[in-house]
């Protein structure tokens, strides 16, 4: 294994950096940040090329937060484009293998982490993170015969590269469309997480993709053929035991299995009785707001306060850890585009609240009679507000 002045290795796997102790940070929700992975030809790829765009770690500021982006190419003849999610997701795996490193998130929602006794040991280079990302990937994923990384800290490079890679994210997200739970055999899990949230169990299926965002059914297929023993894997679905709640006896089974009977059953799209647990890398959250009886929904971007009185931060505390904590769940965005969107609850008749970001984003799958019933932070930012703005406009749930 070739050197380098810090430790790496799955034992870091869990590990934060606090506040407090960090040297830099990349990323976050004050910034502009997001990881891509693509598979290239051969000859498009410079193999072991580790390249920076913008200040290096030793050009930063200590204690400060720059724009960050992470690109890497592979190449292999044995990789099919279908695995570029899959492995893009390993971004998150090997980086939290770095001793004093801290990785969170996916795609555009990515946030880095460098506890300052590390770089004082000599991690002073986005080069040596790379080198350690090369090794890691052609260590564990053979079919790699070529590997190239690039680091965007420049904040005008970041924001000029954003664009393609909501391309490719849009592209991935839209495959999926059309194929329904009931027109498959087979679900996938995910427990890469398992380092950060012990019991939880990410379960996917044709319309219920990973909490963060990074896996479809589609994904999770590539990646179970790619690594049948590796963090994603076959669940069969079984017989359904609740239909209005998505409960499968497959989907039980694994979850008992590979939680180690810490979870026994798990309620697909339903935020009550046995709901699915949350990690710590969803996107957004869904929770239950009872003086309405309604629900709202909150991303990480957002950073103001729910009508709850609650921020994202705080709400991802009290859900995250793979707890089933009924009344809220840890969600891909792309969920909200479900048509079996919480449909054990009312689905999207019952949504009350959302950030204006996300209402826009998801507009054209929200029912059009719905659409402008729902509050925003801009309606409501606390109960009293929202309750007078939902009896206003007449949002179907609360007027019956």
């Not at 929700?29 to 410079?46: A, T």
């Not at 913008?54 to 044995?78: C, D, H, R, W």
């Not at 484009?81 to 998150?92: A, F, N, Q, Y």
């Not at 606390?382 to 179907?396: I, K, W």
């Amino acid at each position: 294994m070739p050197e380098f002045s810090i430790a790496i290795g799955p034992q870091f796997e869990g590990e934060s950096v606090r506040k407090v102790d960090l040297y830099a940070e990349l990323g976050g929700p004050k910034v502009k940040r997001f990881e891509l992975l693509i598979i290239k030809g051969s000859d498009e790829v410079e193999d072991g090329k580790v390249e920076i765009v913008g200040p290096n770690l030793s050009e930063m500021e200590a204690k400060q937060t720059y724009p960050f982006a992470i690109l890497i190419a592979v190449a292999g003849s044995e990789l099919e484009k279908d695995m570029e999610p899959v492995l893009e997701r390993r971004i998150h795996m090997y980086s939290n293998y770095i001793e004093g490193f801290w990785h969170m998130g996916s795609r555009d929602d990515i946030w880095v982490r460098i506890h300052k006794d590390s770089y004082e040991a000599g991690f002073r280079s986005l080069k040596e993170y790379g080198d350690i990302l090369i090794h890691l990937f052609t260590s564990e994923v053979p079919a790699i015969k070529k590997i190239s990384v690039t680091f965007v800290t420049d904040e005008n490079k970041v924001e000029e590269l954003l664009p393609h890679a909501y391309a490719v994210y849009k592209l991935r997200d839209e495959r999926i469309r059309g194929l329904r739970e009931e027109d498959v055999e087979e679900f996938y899990g995910c427990i890469m997480c398992q380092s950060f949230a012990p019991q939880h169990i990410c379960v996917i299926t044709p319309e219920r993709p990973s909490l963060c965002g990074s896996i479809s059914w589609f994904d999770g297929k590539a990646a179970f053929k790619m690594d049948p023993e590796g963090p994603q894997f076959q669940i069969r679905k079984g017989e359904i035991l609740s239909p209005g709640v998505g409960e499968y006896s497959g989907v039980n089974e694994a979850v008992a299995e590979r939680s180690m009977g810490a979870n026994k059953e798990f309620y697909l799209h339903s935020a009550f009785g046995k709901p699915h647990t949350s990690c710590g890398c969803f996107q957004s959250i869904l929770f239950y707001i009872p003086e309405v009886d309604g629900f709202g929904v909150v991303h990480r971007e957002f950073t103001g306060e729910t009508p709850t009185g609650m921020t994202f931060s705080t709400m991802a505390g009290e859900v995250s850890g793979g707890r089933q904590v009924e009344g809220y769940v840890g969600m891909a965005v792309d969920y909200l585009r479900s048509p079996k969107f919480m449909m054990g609850d009312g689905g999207h008749k019952r949504l009350v609240w959302l950030p204006k970001e996300i209402k826009e984003r998801v507009k054209n799958n929200l029912p059009k009679d719905l659409y402008d019933k729902i509050a925003t932070e801009e309606d409501a930012g606390n109960v009293e507000e929202l309750q007078g703005y939902l009896n206003r406009v007449g949002h179907p749930w609360v007027t019956g």
